[in-house]
């Protein structure tokens, strides 16, 4: 298995890069993460009661999803391509355990926790999103495709625990009743204003 895993990294990995490709990797392995906060943030501030629900069952899943990427790391850390000396690298990243990939993990999440509500379109581009960041950081020599591969499984499996607990349950039911009741008094004013949803 280490074998292929090292095999499909040396055949993904830039050996020949173009600079506007480096350029499109970089900006997609560091910057399309933060559109899951922006995502979640539109959801609660503007959303109905049900994409707040999704919203929550989004954060649980990717807080439970990179839980489980730590104590898998801590566990087996298995080293990234650069540290291994293999391929070459074009993003600078702290010599650290690599499997599973945490960018690829939240991304996954959240697309998982969306797919079972009314945003499946923002949860496919969102599973989209975590293939091609996966891609493109496998692409610029900061890890594996088994990294990438690990995060769509821990993802949905944390997903298979998160969002069942948040949408099925009176805990889930409660907590979010409870974030909506400190939500409106710390936006009281925007929300008396309409800037954001009750």
Not at 74 to 99: D, I, K, N, V, Y
Request: aromatic share 10%; hydrophobic share 60%.
């Amino acid at each position: 298995m280490e074998e292929l895993n090292q095999s499909l990294f040396l055949l993904l990995n830039a050996n020949a890069p173009s600079t506007a490709l480096i350029s499109l990797a970089t900006f997609l392995a560091e910057w399309l993460i933060y559109a899951v906060p922006l995502l979640l943030a539109g959801l609660w501030l503007w959303g109905r009661r049900e994409q707040r629900t999704a919203a929550l069952a989004g954060v649980l899943s990717i807080a439970l999803a990179l839980a489980c990427n730590q104590l898998i790391s801590t566990l087996w850390p298995h080293p990234r391509p650069f540290m291994l000396g293999l391929g070459q690298t074009f993003l600078a990243h702290a010599a650290e355990a690599s499997f599973p990939s945490d960018h690829a993990t939240v991304l996954f999440s959240l697309g998982f926790a969306l797919l079972v509500s009314a945003l499946r379109k923002t949860a496919v581009a969102l599973l989209l999103s975590g293939i091609v960041v996966g891609w493109a950081r496998v692409y610029l020599g900061v890890h594996f495709p088994f990294d990438i591969l690990g995060a769509l499984l821990v993802a949905y499996a944390a997903c298979r625990v998160a969002v069942p607990l948040q949408n099925n349950s009176v805990l889930g039911s409660r907590l979010l009743t409870a974030l909506e009741s400190l939500y409106r008094l710390l936006f009281a004013l925007p929300i008396a204003k309409g800037w954001v949803r009750e």
